[in-house]
């Protein structure tokens, strides 16, 4: 599983909110005590999707502009296959579920929680095939190749965390598949962009907005 914890935490002693941030969900089993919250998303037709959040997950109060960003970029025929990697509890993913519902839908989170929450506003909004595993990265869909991959990666893991799940996505994606990833633009966009050109051999940003950049591949 995703340990981002420990090595984070080593690399930034001085800063306790730091740490305190990874502890919450970077790791496979939260502490913090519950604190359930309802977050709605308007869809393009003007339908609407309902999610019920807690503590101990990644932005528990709402949809953040990064997750914004991403689902506006990316762009996903009915009928292909799509990863939605570190799902959280699974605005991205259900989004693509919802939109596409031919489409194969898996999506990954190392936190506990969030998957329960993943795979319950799943069924909530009528996405019961999309499917939710808990695990480390790529190894949770091993031996699996998706059209789409997306992820809003957990940039304060550290880059040789991100590093990694760039290139996991890279050899789990079909030729020509598509991968993106969302950074904000003063956390490291930058850099995250060119070793996605250098892992992928191409990049491009098809949404830049709110202080985000996302960056799009193809394999």
């Known amino acids: 599983m995703w340990n981002y914890s420990a090595g984070l935490c080593r690399s930034t002693r001085h800063n306790l909110e730091v740490c305190a941030l990874a502890e919450q969900y970077f790791t496979p089993s ?6 359930r919250r309802t977050v709605r998303r308007r869809m393009c037709d003007g339908s ?6 807690d503590a101990g997950v990644f932005s528990k109060g709402r949809v953040d502009r990064g ?6 970029a990316i762009r996903l025929e009915d009928g292909e296959s799509f990863l939605d990697l570190g799902c959280g509890w699974g605005p991205v993913g259900i989004t693509m579920a919802v939109s596409c519902p031919r489409s194969e839908v ?9 998957c329960e929450l993943a795979r319950a506003n799943a069924r909530a909004n009528g996405a019961d095939r999309a499917v939710v595993v808990c695990g480390d990265g790529l190894l949770a869909v091993d031996g699996r190749k998706f059209d ?9 893991a550290g880059k040789s965390v ?8 890279r050899d789990h994606l079909k030729p020509g598949g598509r991968f993106y990833a969302v950074a904000r633009t003063k956390q490291g966009a930058g850099s995250l962009r060119a070793f996605i050109r250098e ?5 491009d940003e098809p949404e830049i907005g709110g202080g985000y950049r996302v960056i799009r591949a193809v394999r």
């Open 48 to 53: 609407e999707l309902i999610f019920e959040t």
């Open 162 to 169: 991100v590093h990694r799940l760039v290139e996991e996505a």
């Open 148 to 156: 789409v991959i997306a992820t809003n990666p957990p940039i304060r």
């Open 199 to 203: 892992t992928f051999g191409n990049a």
């Open 106 to 114: 898996w999506m990954v989170d190392v936190n506990e929680r969030a």
């Open 30 to 35: 939260p502490t913090s005590g519950h604190e």
């Open 67 to 72: 997750t914004r960003e991403l689902i506006k």
